[in-house]
């Protein structure tokens, strides 16, 4: 049933094109994307499907504060620095 | 009647706008992870310096280079249409313009900065361009200004649209570029999500990873990255648009524009074309700028469920509670400005103080003004920008209305040639728009009424 939605499709906004549900669902590293309310909550009880298959401590990781983009390339920046060999 | 405003390459402005400037409400410093503000050297290993020192500038007025001018003028100044065939099919006493971004060799207004940040890489010794694309259009603006000028360019396309979009990664091959698909066996970051993911579709924050690994990891230093959106040195280099539409609405004998209007995702465009003239509206004009978003998924608007809440440091979309659960709490709101998650903050703080005022429209709305577009102007308008052309559209049927002549100007952002997909889902009737349920929002709004407030920072003047 979690795959009920897969074939759906919509706008992604943030790569410019059409997808379907199922990339929706699993953009963030096999989570939903954080849009995915806000892209889908017209077109079916995204609210609903949700709550059914996601923890709470997956909710809450899939919808953390957003960043500005210049904080987020700061950390970027920090991250390769020490993945550096 | 003239149909077009031409501008001579002479003509064309010498000069980028920087409304940062003159914001009434200053932004902030942006700040990094531990809180403090964003220093240059912390940006160094990724913007040539000069160009950091432009995203941080306070200078109202940036000359352009005479080695970026020269490449502009390829396709630039760009002409300013009259829509003549656009304003009889709606019988409109309005005089609707358009500035014609789309004539631009990738397609789009997107090289405006391409090829600023290209040369600026080049002048300050850089070799090679890295960043990140979901359909390409950045990609292909940056491939083709890093052609023209020698430098390599490489572009980490998420893996779906690589599989999904093919065109404009062979636009990218074509200028020169490497485009491969990200998650990448070529960096830690692409190879710990591939171990963890082998079939995984990619991201777009995966691919920027990868992109700004690249760039600090090449210890020869001859390698940074580059970004097409939200930052302030990117708007400004799109105001070029702008600059250009006011001289070329004078040529048009046109000596105030009513409306201006553009489509908005990171807000490049629609401050390329905004800004100078949301200066003259500081100073005094009288002008509706409207930025233009889908309603199907907002950033700007309130759509029912989104409650753009947040600030410098943490801003967050609110959800209603009631909605993921009870016991999800949303992030904490810090006090400072609003922003609205990947919009560009000098956007951001510009809705704030009411200068500029969002709208959200529906999709098939949408396609109906680009399919009107196209079969009265001629041309066929990248998705995105058929958000501009409906808010023209629906602004053009209210002068009707009122039976007042007004000056509209609208961004056409990109042609859609590459982008046929949802034309094609329209034409099918695969497309529709949905209505919430009014008692389902009054629930939703119910659900937020009490969270805290952000605080705000305006002057109050608009």
Redesign the interface.
Known sequence: MMKFHDDK???????????TFE?CR?????LP???I???W???FNI?YY??EYYK?DE??HI???????????????????Q??P | MPTKAFLTEDEMPRQWYNLAVDLPSPLQPPLGPDGNPVSPDMLAPVFPMNLVEQEMSQERWITIPEGILEILWRWRPTPLHRAYALEKAIGTPAKIYYKNESVSPPGSHKPNTAVAQAWYNKEFGIKRIVTETGAGQWGSALAFACSLLGLECKVYMVRISFDQKPFRKIMMQTWGATCIASPSNQTQAGRSILDQMPDTPGSLGIAISEAVEEAVTDKSGNTRYALGSVLNHVLLHQTIIGLEAKKQLEKMGEKKVDIVIGCAGGGSNFAGLSFPFVNDKINGADIEIIPVEPFSCPTMTKGPFIYDHGDTAKMTPLLPMYSLGHDFIPPPIHAGGLRYHGMAPLVSQAIVEGLITPRAIHQLECYEAAVLFAKTEGIICAPETSHAIAATIQEAKKAKEEGKEKVILFNMSGHGLMDMAGYQSFFAGQLHDYELPEHEMGDALKAVENLPKPKIVKTGKW
Request: aromatic fraction near 8%.
């Open positions: 499709k919509t706008y992604c906004r943030k790569l410019g094109h059409h997808l990339y699993r953009e963030k590293q096999g994307c954080k849009k309310i806000d892209c909550f017209e077109k609210q949700l709550q709470v909710l809450a919808f953390e504060a957003p960043r500005p983009k210049m904080e987020t390339l700061v950390e970027l920046i920090r991250q390769a620095q993945r550096m």
